[in-house]
């Protein structure tokens, strides 16, 4: 099938469930909207040492809004491949470095973090999540 024969509907759905999960890393976190988007078996397969799992990647978000207690995060692109339910996310957050993260701080300046992820969806939750990301421009004085 076509791109543009697909499903626009379905494709718009994919694009809401990735900003949503996006969305977690802004403070507030909505951990009720963590545990609705990610799936029981949900396997985190860039854990950075942390298991893999979906209690391993809440405490990486939870150590990552600590660090960075006003973090604002946003989507710069999305890519969806509907036919493996996978979207690619390319995203930029901002905040300030409050505590140490990933062997960085605290510095008390505001930061750049950016990054690409893969999610996997499967009956409107994700089940499976690769990335990177870049931890390495402070700004600010």
Known sequence: MCMSE????????LAL?????VSLWTVPVDWATFDALHAYDFEDASSAGRPGTRE?????????????????????????????????VRWS?????????LGVGPTNKSTRITGIEIIEIRNDQIVRRWGEW???????S
């Open 6 to 13: 697909m499903p626009r509907s379905d494709r718009e759905a």
């Open 17 to 21: 469930i990735a900003r949503k999960w």
């Open 56 to 88: 391993g990647f809440a405490r990486g978000l939870r150590e990552l809004v600590d660090a960075f207690p006003d973090l604002q995060t946003r989507v710069e692109d999305l890519v969806i491949d509907l036919e493996k339910r996978r979207i690619a």
């Open 93 to 101: 957050a901002e905040g300030t470095n409050k505590a140490c993260y």
């Open 134 to 140: 870049d931890i390495t421009d402070h700004t600010g």
